[in-house]
C-alpha cells in the first residue's frame, strides 16, 4: 500500500502521485449503496477535499458493473425504521451525494456494465464521465416503486428537464450513446480504449493550474440557475481575483515566456506548453 492509500470496507482507494482511483468495491451485489458505503464514500470526499496533494480522482466499480444503485435489499428494510430513522438514513444519502459533488478537485467517472439508479446520480456528479459503449444506463427507479429523489437535482442540472422528465417516469434503460447525447456521458469508448481516455483526462488536468480549476468548478454551482445579470458581480470579482493572484500571474507568464507552469505534472514531456 502507498502512503495515501487507505482501507475501508467496500472502497478500494489507491494514489498515483496526484492521482487518486477509487473503485466501489461490492462486486458481489454490483457495487450497490448500502449504509456502509454512503458512510464510506462520505468519508473519502471529505479526507479528498482536505488534501492538498490530491489534483484528481477517478471512480470506478470492481467487477462487471460500475454500480447498481441503491442496495434493494437495505431499501427493503426501511419499512421496518421509524419514519425519523429512514428520514435520516435517506439525508445521509443526499449528503454523501452533496459532499462528493462539492469536491474542489475534478472527478472523472470510468464507467463500464452498467450504472443505474444511484449509480447513473454518481456519474451525473461527477465532472467527466468515460463510459464503455456497451454500458446501460437507467433512472430505473420507478419499475421498482421508488423514484430517483437524492440524485434528481444533480440529474436535472446534467441532462435537462426534456429527458429527466422521459427517463425518470419510464424507468427506461438506455445505452451509452443516448447517455452522451443528453450530456450525462461525455467521451463513449471500447473497452480497450476506456483507461487510456481516462488518461487523457487526468493529463489535461495535470497540466492545469489547481486553483484555476477549483475556482471554475465553484463558480460553475454558484451561476447555475441565476438570471445572468444577477451573475455579473460574481463573474467580474472571480476573473479579476484570478488574474492578479499567484497561479494567475505565473500561468499567463509561463505562456508568454513559451515554458511549463509550475503546476504542470502532466506526465508528457513532449508537451508544448499552453
Ligand atoms: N441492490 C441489491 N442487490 C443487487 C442490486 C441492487 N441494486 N443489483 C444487483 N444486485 C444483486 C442481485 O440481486 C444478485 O444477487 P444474487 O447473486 O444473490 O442473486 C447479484 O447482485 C447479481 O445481480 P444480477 O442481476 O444477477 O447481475 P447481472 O450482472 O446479470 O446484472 C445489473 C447486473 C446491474 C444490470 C442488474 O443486477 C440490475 O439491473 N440490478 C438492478 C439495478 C437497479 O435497478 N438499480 C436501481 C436501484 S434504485
Known sequence: MGEKDVNYQFLLSRREGPVEYLTLNR??????????????????????????????????????????????????????FTPADNVRDATAAAKMYS?????PIPVIARI?????GGGAGLAAICDIVVAEEHTTFGFTEV????????????????????AARELF??????????????GLVHAVVTADQLDGRVAEYVREI??????????????????????????????????????ASVEGQEGMRAFLEKRKARWDVSPDPDRKPR
Not at 99 to 103: E, Q
Not at 143 to 153: D, M, Y
Not at 169 to 182: C, D, K, Q, V
Open 112 to 116: 463500464h456494465g452498467a450504472a443505474l
Open 27 to 80: 462486486p458481489d451485489v454490483r457495487n450497490a449503496f448500502n449504509e456502509v458505503v454512503v458512510s464510506e464514500l462520505s468519508a473519502w470526499a471529505e479526507a479528498m477535499a482536505a488534501d492538498e496533494d490530491v489534483r484528481v480522482a477517478v471512480i470506478s466499480g470492481a467487477g462487471s458493473v460500475f454500480c447498481a444503485g441503491a442496495d434493494l435489499t437495505w431499501m427493503t428494510r426501511m419499512a421496518a
Open 169 to 182: 417516469l419510464t424507468g427506461m434503460r438506455f445505452n451509452a450513446a443516448r447517455a452522451r447525447e443528453i
Open 99 to 103: 459532499t462528493v459533488d462539492r469536491l
Open 143 to 162: 419499475k421498482l416503486g421508488i423514484l430517483p429523489a437524492v440524485v434528481s437535482p444533480y440529474v436535472l442540472d446534467k441532462i435537462g428537464a426534456s
Open 206 to 243: 495535470l497540466s492545469a493550474a489547481p486553483e484555476a480549476i477549483a475556482t471554475a468548478k465553484e463558480l460553475l454551482r454558484k451561476i447555475a440557475c441565476r438570471p445572468v445579470q444577477d451573475t455579473i458581480g460574481l463573474t467580474a470579482d472571480t476573473i479579476a481575483a484570478r488574474r
